[in-house]
């Protein structure tokens, strides 16, 4: 058998799809190898830093000689380190010491490896989320956009998927921007609640900074609060064990599972639509809906994000346990869970509302299929009109009640045993009891009349709340998106 070459060899193993087919090159490198063991030599120098400015005997050489080799890192010869120690942080230390000889005594001093490797936790799910916010920003910027144009299109609502009241496109569009809302703040919230874990030492004790400075208690609160304001934090965990709690894992899974709910109802809507013909999501000209039937147009960018968000939505389970587990001050068995669970929440996370963002730039609405719809139920919804205008001409609330009751049965029955359209208001034109508010029976059916204040509240609350929680984006709101694979 050949050898293989790279890109068959690439081929030739199991790949993430969550990286290899969908999440942004941006949200990728977060969670990249490079991304992380480049943060582990920024930490190590912000550390080697502080001591110095603290009076450690470490020198500027030292120091410029760490700068000098933060990206320079040979990643073979960690992977070797690795298999003989077994040990991946000191691996890396190894091999940042080979590229910095004079550094290499005070690499990692007075450190121990939850030092980097929660530390650089923290940083990548503070920079996730900054990759998340925009991005969510931009969704719920589209939908306004398409809630403002469809204000004041009244479309038939739904409760238990059985007509209801009119809405309007509009206003059935605020609901899923008012759930989105919540999730920003979520995220806001969440990423703000970020605290670094610090120079907490080996239990979270600080007791080998305390022996470096000689039992000086005030240089090791420095040393935290230095350290802390270099990697941009504004605040460490006063206390931690050897890991910050795992209870910070479950706050940032739990946002971005909630996040995940909203979008799985949002897709699931415009899925029920597309099947009702009213509303489609963009299909390109090219796009195949199905291998076998050609006329298809298949919700696929809404039925991804329905899938992925049931994914999302499970991974919060992953440290819930973690958390439930932590024996004392740690215990290992967080490890390989938290590399799976925290980076696939943010990939995830990010398809989804690079998708969603697709979805929304394209949305397609079918006024003349949500008309048609409309006049097979209003003419039902609108017997309190006529009963009210016929009061109004003189007639009796009760004789008019039994009246509409026996036409709109029979109506009902041409609906649903004949399979034909809805001819109740032709039965009240032909009926000489209903003479009197013949002429008004338009403007009695007129659609806009049924929806209330949707318009008013859309244009509310766009205003006053959805515009306003988009300002802090607005440098970032700028240019669509194509869809992933």
């Known amino acids: 058998m050949a050898t293989p070459g790279a890109e068959e060899d690439v081929l030739s193993r199991y790949r993430s799809p969550l990286v290899s087919r969908y999440a942004s090159p941006e949200m990728g490198f977060n969670f990249s190898e490079r991304k992380k063991f480049g943060t582990w030599r920024r930490l190590w120098l912000y550390l080697a830093q502080a001591e110095k400015s603290l009076g450690l005997p470490i020198t500027d050489e030292q120091i410029k000689e760490m700068e000098a080799n933060l990206d320079n890192i040979d990643f073979k010869m960690a992977t070797e380190e690795e298999k003989k120690l077994r040990h991946d942080v000191m691996a890396h230390v190894h091999t940042f010491a080979h590229c910095c000889p004079k550094a290499a005594a005070i690499i990692h001093l007075g450190a121990t490896s939850c030092y980097v490797g929660d530390n650089t936790d923290l940083i990548v799910l503070r920079d996730g989320f900054n990759l998340l916010l925009p991005k969510l920003a931009r969704v719920i910027s589209r939908l306004a956009d398409f809630a403002e144009k469809y204000a004041d299109l009244p479309t038939l609502g739904f409760t238990h998927y059985q007509p209801a009241q009119l809405t309007t496109v509009g206003k059935r569009c605020c609901l899923w921007i008012q759930d989105l809302c919540m999730d920003l703040q979520n995220l806001e919230r969440a990423r703000d609640d970020l605290r670094f874990r610090g120079v907490k030492g080996t239990t979270g004790t600080q007791a080998s900074f305390l022996q470096l400075f000689e039992g000086d208690h005030s240089k090791v609160e420095e040393l935290d609060r230095l350290v802390t304001a270099k990697a941009g934090f504004k605040r460490s965990y006063m206390v931690t064990g050897q890991t910050y709690s795992r209870k910070v894992d479950i706050e940032v899974l739990s946002v971005l599972a909630s996040l995940g709910a909203s979008i799985h109802k949002i897709c699931t809507d415009i899925r029920l639509l597309a099947n009702l013909k009213e509303i489609e999501e963009p299909f390109e000209k090219e796009q195949i809906g199905s291998s076998a039937m050609p006329y298809k147009r298949n919700p696929m960018r809404s039925e991804r994000c329905c899938s992925l968000a049931r994914h999302l939505m499970t991974l919060v389970l992953d440290p819930l346990q973690t958390a439930s587990v932590q024996w004392f001050e740690r215990t290992l068995d967080d490890s390989a869970n938290r590399r799976v669970c925290l980076a696939e929440a943010f ?3 990010d398809i989804i509302l690079s998708t969603m963002q697709n979805i929304s730039e394209g949305l397609v609405v079918y006024p003349k299929v949500i008309e048609r719809r409309i006049r097979q139920e209003l003419p039902f919804m609108a017997t309190e009109n006529i009963i009210m205008a016929m009061v109004k001409a003189g007639g009796n ?29 032709d039965r009240v034109r032909a009926d000489p009891y209903f003479s ?14 049924f929806t209330g204040r949707a318009p008013q509240q859309v244009a509310k609350f766009l205003k006053e709340e959805v515009r306003p929680a988009l300002i802090p ?6 240019g669509k998106i194509e869809l992933a694979l």
């Open 397 to 425: 609330r009760q004789d008019c009640h039994e009246k509409i009751r026996v036409l709109s049965q029979q109506a009902a029955a041409v609906v649903k045993q004949e399979g034909g359209d809805n001819d109740f208001i």
């Open 473 to 478: 984006y607005q440098s970032k709101m700028g």
């Open 436 to 449: 009197p508010i013949h002429k008004q029976l338009e403007s009695l059916l007129d659609p806009s009349s």
């Open 347 to 349: 990939l995830t996370a």
